[in-house]
Every structure is written in structure tokens, then in C-alpha cells.
């Protein structure tokens, strides 16, 4: 069953934003710091046992100067400059294994997934990435609420950053054109692509398929489904944390991200997706400042398109460099 | 926690086999029939949006002569001849498209992936292949009871047959080492892997992941879950069938089609696996007339190894072809 | 909880219909086929150990000229000619035994239970008909998407030809007057006796209980609830069909055949029903085109009225009956 | 899967009886006081509108005088006297109509379905007897610890005296063949059927399908399902109340009402029955002192045989008869 | 996820009230006749092992005369006369031990928890009332529908009977100052709260945390959770009992006894809470006709404020007197 | 039903352990390190609004030096030395508000509720200290896998450590009899209060009700629920870690604390405890080098004896005090 309004009124649904007046400036004092405490990259020849790409298992430095993994692939035998899609990953999952992400490359693009900081040990995906930075207070089970009495404390301060930091990382690798690098995700890795989308200049696309970390008083109220859950479940026993909770959300909200975004972007959303309810993926839509376009699965849940949309996004994408 | 037998049980667990005196005749003219049916396969060149692979779209006789789709991919520009995997689906899926299918080219082998006929609409993995054999009497929603009563008209048999025919069809095949072929599977794949196995001469290994469709009674004692549960509903419903039924299931047990195999052959389980129950497994593996080993998954369930079995199998079927 | 609108809103809800051009056309030459096919009913004595009751095994051609079971009980002794109740069959049931139906012959009437084909595995009652047709492409587990992509290959295609067959074969039984023919049934069987109700002429009365296979599109939007949800999973995972799925639904719709039918009808509808949710329910009932009452039951989910519906059938038929 | 040991082992599962002293004076002194409060019953023509059988309206003096309800069928026309069995009904369920009793009469038994005094509530079969008795003590929702704390005041007690003044009741009725009365049931009614075949003389047959109430103490350890469920939960709350609550049990308990009957019996079990475990239910049926015969449903759950065990039951009560 | 309405359109929920007639004659003819019966209340020192507070078992008689048991607790060598608290139990709990009632005595005030007759074997507060009226008709398993089809034998009557009787118990205890008594409870305590508040003169403060037994015909169709639902099965099963049984609720409704309160009222409603649901509360908030205020726990489902609403109480409690 | 083998193997139960080498150094080392980095303990004065309480804000210094919270209790007027009960919470638990913790200083004692660090926002309690060491690599969301690659960063460690800093901080307290100390807790704070009383000299009693962190091993094997189930979800993604995790886990296992444990401990289990497995719980008890009691609630899950067990516990530390 529909889980969310029509579509006729997601349509038309662009809320107020609630954008901090110092956005920008945190977040330009954010990544400058992570940049002076960079290190330079790290790619380590890996062997796959695979004949049509070659591997590199990647460090490179997020926030803090933290060192963070990833894989990249490219197709075997490329001389480059190659387009790049930088991958982030969906909640709980972690970088897993190059086997796990062979399509980027065998489309013929460079490819760094990005492991996801303390995440990977839930689903099937493992993760190869400490965050050392504390939780912080007192959070629910999961990552939504990890820090999230403090901005600058917050966990997804930390993955935005090794975001954009990911970005940076492969536009100096010999392989990429710099001015080829797209940034692409579902859910939380549609969520933290809309992040880079907006923090990161000159990006050639953006895909951001039933992206989380949007519109977050909407989520709580149009879902009971993990992980917009625990948020829900944060503010039920930390009762006077409201005002403070959102204020630090307002700096992680893909809605004000969106409207800081200029590359084409390709959007997805399923009507049935009772876990990134379509009100919430259609207030970052409708505020995206760049080109913009949203593939509409009405029979799906947080599925989305799947394959289908993997097809669908190596389309937009060529087409996006192609015009670019 | 543990959902079958400890360990050390499992391991020694080899249970009488109920083998009809003719199963191999049965088999023996099953097959020859479908042969005399066979068109000669299709192989249509497929524009999948990839650099690093060929793709095309097949359509082989199976059963019948009935027409069976499938992907077959190789790495592009590879001469031949190449070894070849062919692959079989897990319960519901069907071939989708070519994007989900890029480990084995990758890893440098032709790859035929066998859509399973009938299904591929529950899943993520959509199908293409029709049944056109009549479901047969009233059955569980489901395959595993599709025409039980009948071992002639049993869904499985139709199936197995498909599953020769695409050993025989890539065996035929210009870039295909005919003496270079593995079959490959998990859950259901595996079992159709096993059939193949005790079916096929001269495979040059066999990959059967936490195979389904092994030990049918045990299964019904051991586990409540779908789908072998299917089984226990309809024997709940036709109170009278038990006996016709495991007749009609003995010419279909992994059990006995490992007794016939001969070829090198990876199993893996997962003690926590209670889709696929452990004893079921290593039923089959324990009466595997060829060399075998298998990877124990002490803490998984029906997921197994995941990635990191496809990691073993790559390195085993790697082996194994280079010791034959 | 209610699940639907309120009731208000329920009792004028009548949606426009999409009721295709031939829709007439497609349904006489399907039925001409189906009557060109027949073979001679067969009644064969049954022994169910009971007094009050005489039983007869039936066999009769449904569509396709394929043999479709039934039962057929009288009250013992009776010299006719009766007024008959065909009655129809609930989702996943089959024909089950005698001793389950005998409260249309407890009445007074001949009765034919009619088996559905390829039904009665799932639940408590058992069928005997098998579905001699093929699947057809792949389908969801269940009967709902069976060759949908298809309306000549749809299974309800087979299903409602049976049901007018079953109509025209008691009328042509001695101990039957085939003035005074009823069709019943709740649920899927409320959903069939629509279908007939739409396409045979001159029936003294319809008992539509809890419909199922009624409007299709608002059904899933307003439940997440088997079977309905076949329909949305077939769609979830085969994302290019619904127009083609609506469009082969627009011939077995109960609302186009509600607003066909002229027999006195008696609808029955559960406001807490999210199983067949009542705006479907109303959909038909508002466009049903004969003389029509329903009985909503403020506090039911899909059970409906139970046996108090029974009893309300019983005394609507014999009003109807007196009345014609 | 299998819910409890395996049949083999259930076949020769006879756990000592735990039968106090004063069993049998407890029950006679019981009865007798029932006996002296009793009212004469009232049997009223009922119109239900059926044209096979004749009902009637029935109120007999249960328990302490107090009136139960309950509907006698005959099938019409029948000059008696006639074989007659007395049923009772499963937990939660009433009496409903007499459209829901056809199958003895059907049969050609006359047939008293006695209401159970203060259930009906609950699932399809309203109930009409209230239990004029006061709760006692604390109890959990349900019927299974109403009262347990003091033996005189136990729920139970009030229905299994209900159920031997039923078979006087009936025995007194002049259509009704004194010698030929059967008591029949499934689940709780098969509980209540065993407590009358151990406390009532002369009777011709009992059938106990599933029966609950049966082997308390390896209930709670075998099944965490509801009813049996409800006396684990008093004991988790009432922490010093075990000993007493089994001694209240021991004057209830099918087992040892079984090591007291007589009668030729047929049981029923269901092998994957977590509502009634298989291991409870021999325990009843292996200390069954009169001539006994147990219908094994291997695959089936708390259903058992369903309309398969009525075809039983007709078949087993007809030859009983036949043989006394 | 929110469970009912916005918060604006719950702030002016004040629907139509369906109050009796003869409501205040009634109880009052109730109330009366219950204290004819009445007995001296006992009060028995009671060892709890504790230093900071005194303990006694007491016993009062409530309705019919009927001994009511509970816990009447002060701070240890208090003098009083003091404020007194009279708490009542949510739905299922019974008194279990003073250890688990420490707060109100604590902060200073003698404390009487009422013991909820026949309630006390579900969860985890362990009771010893019994209840010596008969349930009467058939009700569902749980409180809400014994007795339901009589407004004289309605479960509530007996309950809310002895709440007024509690709080006359502690008016005439030496310690207790009888122009100082608050009634307190949550869920079900706090619609007996809601009760007590409109038929006692005099009380000095009211607090019903998240009331149940407000607004039963909006219950029902806002939410289908336990205990509400108990209606809802009710009335699904009795299907001709809606207008009997709402006549009856019409005397036991928390919106009736709100509009004859007078006491300085604090309530608390959870927005998503699906037990009580939030229009229910706010039905009998809106019609409270003394000084009132609410705590809105926006994130909080039916645990409310939990400890922080205790807090509150407190304080509120402490202004009230102070005020008073 | 029982969740675990029957009582009389539980009793016997004395699995070998598998204690590290350096135990006893390894925790030497830690506690020595944590005294190196200790501040003076803070007790502020806190109005919590109560009269027969004194209540104190405490943060002391736990693991690493920081500051941990708690809550310290007292009989409003006692002069002192008092006996004095530190209690650690449950899993999800924090210190909340003083209101929830009324019963030990109600029985006449000191009473220090200790925060654990990180927790305090999944359920009822509120916590309000940070954890401020960095979780380390990827972690199942909870706790109990959080650094469990390394011994030194495991989240136990800092909790244990914080434990035995608590007894510590409290025996300096002016109004505490050092002699005197006893720590509880249940479920976490039970193998927590093990810890404390494998690694602290001279405590007068322990008390761990259903205690968890006890024989890992076992509790995967035995249990599929949570938070034991976050072990088993952890070796389920990180396939190679087995080895490493029991390594890290033989540190900080209930069992090893207990053979260290001198001080006359009472522990409780359900025997229907599928949080906490009976065997674990035994295994622990089994291997208490201590004088030692457990009760056992034989129809109980985790809630064990709930007030009963708060009951025997006081009278338990009464006892063990007294003989002390």
C-alpha cells in the first residue's frame, strides 16, 4: 500500500528549509581542518583474482586526518583520464570486498567506494574503518544519534567530511579526470552524495537513489521504520533534547544540501519506501538547485529500481559527460 | 543460535539414500527426450552499457524444447577457448539483467546464468523464462509441489533438464572449452548445481552453496521455514500423498545425485542456516562420490560465506582447472 | 482500527469504470469456445456416510474443455426440481469433502460446490482440480498474477469460464429448475460469483460476500495484505508492466462485471476488512447494475458477517426466490 | 518441523499419574450436588431455517444449577430413539448457530452442542452462557487459572460438570437411545470430552481430537503457546503458587481422567501441534484404559485431521455403536 | 511514526458527549448501596524490610462490600495529618509489594495503592483481590467486556466503585488530612483517576497519566492494540451488541467524568501512542471541567513521560496543595 | 517452554574455563592505570524533591580518568558509617532520575546507582555519561561488540574498570562504612557486579540477578536474542575474527570473574530466560569460588523474580552483613 501522500502532492512538496545562517562557513571551516590534517593517499595494489579490473585498496584521510578505506577499481588496462564515480554505501554495510562492486568499472569509469567510518558489521557488507572519533554522549544503537547533542561531535559530521575528502582523493589519482568525478549512493549513500553534491564545486553528477539523512522532522513523523527510528527513539528518553537535536540536524539535512547543489542529478524514489518515506526524498528533490531529474517506482519499497535503476543511472551519468 | 546438529555430528551424518532402481534410466530417457526436442541455441549479442564484458542474450531448449533464457557473458576480447561457469538461481529469482552477473567474466570465465523457468517475480531478480508445462494438480503457491504427485510431470524435473541442456549448450559454444565446465550454484542453484553434477559427465568442478533440495524428509523434521516448508503444507493438506510424494522426490534428491558425482566439488553451509537445514547439506555432501570439501560457516545462516565464499569458489574452481 | 474511509464516504464511492471496448465481445467467444470444448457432465454417486443428504462426485468441462471437479449434494429424497446454489470457493481452498458443505442442501436447495483449478494446497481445504494450463510467464507465487501479462492466458480467464460452466451444467441437471440458479461465494468465491453474475443470464440471485478481484489498482494502494499484494510485488518486480497488467485486469475486473449483471445481488463488506478493503467492495456494489442490498459489519475484518452472513444469505435467497 | 519428540517415542510415553487420593469422591460429590440443583431442561423448537434437520433451543441445569446453553439437532423426520453425541467445543468458542452443527445430524445422530459457560467471545462462534460463578482470585486473561487457586472454585470444575449433566441431559430425552450416547470434541473440547469419558458410566464411544488440558506440567515445558501458555504466566506472577496449582490441576487433568474411562475411544494428534504437544496428548491416550486407537497426522499442526478426522470419526463412531 | 491526529487539531478535540440521563442518579444509587455494605478498612502493619517508610496490608471494603486490598505507605515517623495520594493500577497489575511504591511516601505524602479486583496475574505487579461478582455473559479474555451487556454487571462498575471507596478509606485514617487527597494513575489508573475525579467532592488534585477508558467508540476506530481492542473483538463477535454496549460504556466514560470534575487536573498524553490514542485523551482533557493542564511527550508512544511525568506529578501535586 | 537443558544438568553444569595467562596482571595493570588518572569523586547535593532521601549528583573518575555519573543515595538523616550498595544497570539502561532508585536507601542504605558510560538512550532510563573513548573498528550497533578486536579497547574493559572505580569511590565517602560494600545489578549490571567481585578485595556481598556477559561461547550457541545475538551478528560479517573475539572475550567473561570472587554472592536465573541462558547463568554460578545461593524461577523468563528477587535480595545483604 501507498505508504506516504500521492504522488500529485510529493510533487509539489518543497517545506520551508531551516538553514543555519553560518551553513557554509561551518562547513568551509570543517573541511579546511580535515585538509590540513590530511596525509597523502594511499593505493595499494590488491589482487582480486579478477582479469577485467585492476584493485587498489585505498586509504586515504577524512576528518581528523583519520585514515579511511576504500576499494578502487578501474577497468584493467585503462590508461585514463577516466570518468570516476565516487560510491558511498548504504547503512550499516561497510567497503566488503571488490567483488561486491564490479559495475562502475566494468562501464568503464574509475571507481572508489568509500568505506563508511564504524559501519559494516551489521549486514553483509564488512567494514574495515574505526572511527576513532568518541560517541560522544549517550546515543541510541546506531549512528543516527552519535554525537547528536553537539554539532560538531556529530557522527555524520565526521562521513560528510570523509565525503568530500573522498572526492578530493581521487581527483589527484593520475588515472581521473578531475573534472569527470561523479558522486553516487542509495540510501545512506544517496544521503551523504547529496552532502557532497553540495559542498563539493564542479562535480559532473550526482545519483542519489532513495536517499536517507533527508527532512528529518518529516521522517519522524511519516515513519516508524529503522533507522529514521532512532531518532524517534532518541527524543523519547532524552525528552528535553528537541531543539538541540534538530539545530544539529539542520547542518546535516540533504533538503539544505540540495539547495546548495549545482551538478545534474538523478534522483530515485519508491512509493511504497516506508523507510525513506517519499515526502522526505521529494523535500530534498523539489529544493535541488541544479539540473535535476527522479525516477518514480511506484510498486517499490526502499528497493527502489534496483538493477534497473543501476541501468538507468550508468544512462544518466554517461549522458551527463557526454554533455558536459 | 545453533538451528541443527553440533558440528561433530553433522560431519559424520550420512543417512541411508533412497535411490529408485531406475534412476538412472529415468534420467537417462528424460534427458534423451529433451534432446530430441532441442533447437539449436540462440546467443543474441546484448548492448549492456559495458566495456569490460560481452554480453548476449541466449535462448537454449530445455526441457521439452521448450525455450530457456539466460545471459551469457565473457570478458571482452577473450579468444577462447575459455573455461566456462554455469550458473543456476536461488529459489524465486530469475536472470535479471547482465549488470547483477559480473563476478565469473571478471574473474576471467565464460558465464552462462540459467533464468529458472517459471520464476523471477518475487524477488529483486525478475525472470523471463515461462513454464509452459501446466502446473499439474493443485499445488502450495510455490514450485517445490508443482506436479509432486508425478515424477513425470514434476516441476524440478523440467528444471534439471534445463540445467543439462545449458551445460550441453555452452559445451557447444566456439569461445567454450567444453572440458573447462563447472557448474555453479547456491540454495536452490546449488541443488540444480548437484543435480547437474550426478547428471553431467566430465563437469570440471561443481560449486554447491547451502544447497536447497537435498534430504527432503529430514528437511521437513528440521526447519519450519519456507521453502521447504512448502512440502510439509501440502502433505498437511493431501493427507493421503506422503508415500507418492518422497517417491516422486527420490528421483530429485541432491542426495542421490551427489552419490553419481564424480567431479571435483565446494560446498558450503552455515550452522545457523535454517532455510537450508546443515543436516540436509551435509547429507549430500557426505555421500559426494567425487573429491570434496566444504566450507563451514559456523555463525551464518542461509547467507553462508557471502562474498567471501564467492572469493573460495574463485579460488577453487581456479584450482581445480588448473589441476585437470 | 478502520481501515478504509468511513462509511459515508464508502457508500458513494463509484469510481469511474475502465471497461475495455470488446469487453462483451472477449467474453462471448471465450465462453463460445469453452461450451464448443465441453464434454457431457458426469455425476457419479458418492458415499459420504451421511442420511440427510445425497452426494454426487462431479465432473464437468470449464474452459478449455478441462475436466473441473466438484460436489453436488441434495436434500436427500427431494424430487425437484430445486433451486440450485452454485457456490464458489475462497482463495487457496479447494472442494474439500462433502461434510464441509452442507448447509445450502440443509436449506433446501441442490447445491454444486464448484473446486477451483490449481487451488486447495494451501489451507484446510483440499482441491482435486488440477490447472491443465501452463503458468505462463513468470508469476508471483499464488494465482493472482498467473499469465497476466496475458488476458488470454490469465488464469481468472480459466477460473470464471469454469463458473459459467458450472452454471450451465446444473441447469441442465433433472433434479435442478434452471429458472431458480444462484451464485455464491465469499471472498474469492464473491469475486467469482460476481464474474458470473456479469455473464450468464436469467440467475435468481447473487451472493457476493467480501469480494476479492475487485478494482484492482485502488487495492493496492489501500492494502500491503496478501493476495492483493501479489499484484504489487508482480509490479515491484517486473517494473515495465502495469500498463499491460491493468489493461488484461480491465476484463476480470468486478467492477465491470458488477455493472453487467441484473440478478438481485446481496454484498456483504467488513470495515476493518484490509484483506479486501471495503472502497474495492463499494466499487463493485455502487456500480452494480441489477437490484442489490449489502450488510456492512462496523467491527469485521475479512470474516465478514461468518455465520450470520449465512443465515442473511439464506433468507435474501429465499426472498429473491419468492420473489421471482 | 517437528514440535515435539519423535513418534516413536511419543508411542511409549506414559509418565506416572499423579492421581490424589480422593479423586473419584472429589468428582462423585461433585456430580451429585450438580445433580440435586439441576432444573429440568428445556428443550424449545428453533426455525433455522433448514429443512434436514429439526434444532432446538436447549437449556439444561450445569453446575450449580446454573443454566447452559447448547442447540439439539435431529435430522428431521427421525422418530428416534437415536444414537446421539454430545460435543463440546474448543477454547474460546460458543455455540454460534446451528448452521455451524450439520455434520451429526447429517449423519443421523441426534447431536447437543453444549455451550461453553462464559466463552463465545472470542473468535467465530458466539457463545450465549454466561458463567454465574465468580472468577476467584487473580487470573490471567483467559480460562485456564480462573479460579486455580482452590479446586472447588476452578473454572474447569463448573465445565466438566456441565459436560456429564449434558450426557444426562440428553439421555433423558425421548429421541435420545440412553445406551448409545457419544461425547465428542477437539481441543478443549476434547479435553472436556476425555473428563466426561472418565466420570460418566455406560457411554458408547468418546472421540478427543487434539486434546488440550492433558499432562499440565510437560505442557508448560514443551510449548510456549497460547492457552497453555496462560498457566506459565500465572506461575511467573503467583511465585509461591506451584504447588498448589498442581494440585488444584491432578483433579483435572486428562490423563487421569483417561486411566478412568471405559468407553471405546479414538484420539487424534497432529505431530507439529505446538498448541497441543503430541508428547501431552499421549500421555492421555497411553493411559486410556478402555479399548483406544490414536489417528496420527504426521504433517499437520493443531488442525489434525480436520474434515479428515470427521470422516474418521463418523466411520470409528458408526462401528463402535455397531460393536456395543 | 505519529499515531492519530496533528497536535493543533487534538488541542480542539472536544467532541459531543453522549452522557445519560440518569448518570449522577445512578452512581449515586451505586455509590450508596456500596456503602451500606461497607466494613470497617483494616490497616496491618506490614514488615517490608524498610526504614524510611511504614507499610501496612490493607484491606477496605469496595463494591458489594467486597474486601479490596492494597498498600498504604507513609514516610517513616510522619505524624501527620499529612496529604494523601490514592493510586490506582494500569491495566493487568495488581499491588505486588510496597517496594515497588516508594515514590509518593518518598516525597512526603501517606500513599494508598488500590489493589485492581481480579487484575494482578499478567505482568509483572502480582495481585490478591479477587473479584467475587460473576463475569456474567460471555466476554472477551481481559476487563474491558465483562459484563458488558448490563450497565449493573459491567466489570468498570465494580472497579470504579472501589476507587471512591478508596479514597473514603484514607479520609478517615488518623494520619490522612481528608481535604488533601489526590487520586493519581496512568493508563487504566488514569481513567480510574478520570472516574474518581467526577464522583468524589473535594479532591485536592487529579493526575491521569495517558487515560485509558476515554472516548470507546474513537478508541476503536483509531486504534486496533490491546486492550481497546477487546471491544472491538466484542462487538466483531456479538455482531447485534454495538448499541447495548455503548449505552452501557455511556456510564464508564473518562469524557463523562472529566465534565463532572472540579479538582485541579494534570494530564499527560504520549503523540504516539497506540493504546490510548491521543484524540481519546484529548476528548476527555478538553471536556475536564476543573482547573487543568496537560504534558504533551511529542516523541513518547504510551510510556509518556515515564520517570519525567513522575517528576512532574510531584511538583503539580505540591502546587496544588500549596494552592489549595 | 524451557529454553535450555532441565535443571538438574543446569545444576551440574561446570564448564571448563579458559582463562588467560596475564588475567589477573592484565586487570592489575588496568585498574592501576585507571587510579593513576583519577580525579577527586564529586557528590553534589540534588533536590529530587524527596523527604526521606537525601540524594546526591556523583561524577567520579572511571577508566581513563573520566568522568562517570551516578546517583548517591541516602536515609534522609543517617549519620553513618553505612553499609552501602553500588548497583550497575541494565543493558540500554542509564542512571535516569534518583526517583527510580528509591529501594536500597529505603532498606536503610547507602546506595550509588552508577551510570555505564555510552548508554542511556534505547530504553526507559536515561543515561548521562559519555563514553569518550572512541568505539574503535566497525561494531555491531549495541555495545557488546564495541573494540572487540583488541582486549585493551574493548567497551567492557572501561565499563568493569568504571565498576571497581565506583566500589572505590564509595569507600572514601564519609558516610560509608568501607567494610561494608556490596554491589548488584541485574541482567548487564549482574556480570557487571561479577566483575566487580572477580577484581575487588574485601566487598560484603554480591548480588547478580540473571546476569549477562557470562560463557560467550555457549550463549551463541544457545540463543539467537539480543544483545547476546550482537556476538553472533558480528562473527556472522567478520568471518576471520573468531579466534581473536573469544581471545579478547576470555578478559571479560562472567565465568573467570566468578573463580575469582570470594564474597558471599546470591544469583538468580529463569529457567524460561532466553536473553540470558540458563547454562550461562550456571556456568558462571558453578564456578563462584565464593559462598554462593541462587534462586531459581522455574517460570520466568529475564524478568526473573522481578519485586521477589528485590525482596531476597535485601534480606540476602541483611543476612550476609550480619554474619560479616
Redesign the interface.
Known amino acids: ?2 505508504v506516504d501522500w500521492p504522488l500529485d502532492r510529493l510533487r509539489e512538496y518543497r517545506p520551508d528549509r531551516n538553514e543555519p545562517d553560518d551553513f557554509r562557513a561551518y562547513w568551509r571551516n570543517t573541511l579546511d581542518q580535515a585538509r590540513s590534517q590530511a596525509f597523502p593517499a594511499r593505493f595499494q595494489p590488491y589482487d ?6 585492476e584493485c587498489w585498496d585505498v586509504t586515504f584521510a577524512g576528518f581528523g586526518g583519520h585514515p579511511v578505506r576504500g576499494w578502487f577499481l578501474t ?2 588496462g585503462a590508461t585514463g583520464p577516466l570518468p570516476c564515480v565516487v560510491e558511498f554505501i548504504g547503512y ?1 554495510g ?1 567497503r ?2 571488490p ?2 562492486w ?2 562502475w ?4 569509469y574509475a571507481h572508489l567506494v568509500m568505506d563508511t567510518r ?26 543516527l ?1 552519535r554525537g547528536i547533542a553537539d554539532r560538531d561531535g556529530y557522527y555524520y559530521r565526521r562521513v560528510f567530511t570523509d565525503a568530500v575528502r573522498a572526492v578530493e582523493t581521487v581527483r589527484e589519482h593520475p588515472l581521473v579526470d578531475p573534472d569527470r568525478v561523479v558522486v553516487a549512493g542509495g540510501s545512506q549513500g544517496g544521503g551523504i552524495a547529496l552532502a557532497a553534491a553540495g559542498l563539493v564545486e564542479g562535480l559532473a553528477a550526482v545519483v542519489a537513489n532513495v536517499p536517507f539523512l533527508c527532512h528529518y522532522r518529516r521522517a ?5 521504520a529503522a533507522p529514521y527510528s532512532e531518532l ?8 528535553d533534547a ?1 531543539e538541540r537535536v534538530f539545530q544539529t540536524l539542520s547542518y546535516f539535512d540533504g533538503v539544505n544540501f540540495a539547495a546548495h547543489a549545482t551538478a545534474p542529478a538523478l534522483f530515485s524514489v519508491g512509493l ?1 519506501d516506508a523507510v525513506c518515506p517519499p515526502s522526505t526524498v521529494f523535500a530534498a528533490y523539489n529544493h535541488y538547485a541544479g539540473p535535476r531529474d527522479i525516477r518514480v ?5 526502499h ?1 527502489g ?4 535503476q ?2 538507468e543511472q ?2 544518466f551519468v ?1 549522458e551527463a559527460l557526454a554533455g558536459s
Chains 1, 2, 3, 4, 5, 6 share one sequence.
Open positions: 500500500m501507498l582480486a583474482g579478477l582479469v577485467t579490473v577497468p584493467r550499516g561497510g566488503s570486498l567483488l561486491d564490479l559495475h568499472s566494468a562501464a568503464g564504524g559501519q559494516g558489521s551489521n549486514g553483509s557488507l564488512a567494514g574495515d574503518t574505526p572511527d576513532p572519533a568518541p560517541v560522544g554522549g549517550p546515543a541510541v544503537t546506531g549512528f544519534t519522524t513523523e511519516a515513519t516508524g524517534t527513539t532518541y527524543l523519547s528518553v532524552h525528552r528537541e511504497r517506482w511506484p510498486y517499490n519499497g528497493e529500481g534496483a538493477v534497473r543501476r541501468v550508468i544512462r554517461g
